[in-house]
T-cell receptor, first 112, second 112 residues
Framework: DQQVKQNSPSLSVQEGRISILNCDYT??????FLWYKKYPAEGPTFLIS???IKDKNEDGRFTVFLNKSAKHLSLHIVPSQPGDSAVYFC???????????WGAGTKLIIKP | DAGVTQSPTHLIKTRGQQVTLRCSPK?????VSWYQQALGQGPQFIFQ???????QRGNFPDRFSGHQFPNYSSELNVNALLLGDSALYLC???????????FGSGTRLTVV
C-alpha cells in the first residue's frame, strides 16, 4: 500500500524549460512534505519543503505547490539546467510521526 | 563542515551472517535515522535514535537493531542476514524538522 506515489519513473526536459515533477499521496494526515534530489552514488539531498498550512513555497529556481484537496504536490524547476539531471523523491510525514514516507522517485533528464 | 559520514561504503556478506553499519551525524545534529533503499524504490524507514534511545521504529523485524552513542553517532546491526536484506542503507541526521534531513552517501550491502 503506497501512501506516496510518483507515477512518472522518468521525465525528459529541454535545458532552459520548466520541469514539473508530480507526487500524489493518500494519507490525509500528512502535514509536511519534502523534495529530495539524488545523484548516483550519493545520498539524497534536501531541496525544499512545504507545510500543509501553505499551498506554495519558493526557493530560487525551485517552487513546490501543494493541493490538499487533490492530495497532490508538484515541484517546478525554472529554468532547468543540466546539473538538475538526477532522481527526485517526494516524501511526507504526519504530525509527531518521525518517519518519512517516500515515493519511488522520478528520474529527471535535462537535454542540452 | 563534514556532513553525515557512513562506513563502510560497500560490504558483501554471506546469508546468515551479521553486519554492523556505522554513521556519524552532521555537526550540530542530535537525531539519527536509518533507512533501507532497495533498487528502484524510495527509502524505507527502519528506526530513529534520539538521546541514545530508539524513538520510533518502522516495519522491520527484530533482526534489525541499533544503537546511539553519547557523541550522537549510531550503529545499525542486522542479524541472520537474508538475501532480501541486500540494499543501500542510508543514515540521516537532523536537528530541526524544518531543515530537512541530511543524508550520508549510504552503505551498499550485498548478501550472497
Amino acid at each position: 500500500d503506497q501512501q506516496v506515489k510518483q507515477n512518472s519513473p522518468s521525465l525528459s526536459v529541454q535545458e532552459g524549460r520548466i520541469s514539473i515533477l508530480n507526487c500524489d499521496y493518500t494519507n490525509s494526515m500528512f502535514d509536511y512534505f519534502l523534495w529530495y534530489k539524488k545523484y548516483p552514488a550519493e545520498g539524497p539531498t534536501f531541496l525544499i519543503s512545504i507545510s500543509s498550512i501553505k499551498d506554495k513555497n519558493e526557493d530560487g529556481r525551485f517552487t513546490v505547490f501543494l493541493n490538499k484537496s487533490a492530495k497532490h504536490l508538484s515541484l517546478h524547476i525554472v529554468p532547468s539546467q543540466p546539473g538538475d539531471s538526477a532522481v527526485y523523491f517526494c516524501a511526507a510525514s504526519e504530525g509527531s510521526n518521525y518517519q518519512l514516507i517516500w515515493g519511488a522517485g522520478t528520474k529527471l533528464i535535462i537535454k542540452p | 563542515d563534514a556532513g553525515v559520514t557512513q562506513s563502510p561504503t560497500h560490504l558483501i556478506k554471506t546469508r546468515g551472517q551479521q553486519v554492523t553499519l556505522r554513521c556519524s551525524p552532521k555537526s550540530g545534529h542530535d537525531t539519527v535515522s536509518w533507512y533501507q533503499q532497495a533498487l528502484g524504490q524510495g527509502p524505507q524507514f527502519i528506526f530513529q535514535y534520539y538521546e541514545e534511545e530508539e524513538r520510533q521504529r518502522g516495519n522491520f523485524p527484530d533482526r534489525f537493531s541499533g544503537h546511539q552513542f553519547p557523541n550522537y553517532s549510531s550503529e545499525l546491526n542486522v542479524n541472520a542476514l537474508l538475501l532480501g536484506d541486500s540494499a543501500l542503507y542510508l543514515c540521516a541526521s537532523n536537528g530541526d524538522r524544518a531543515d530537512g534531513y541530511t543524508f550520508g552517501s549510504g552503505t551498499r550491502l550485498t548478501v550472497v
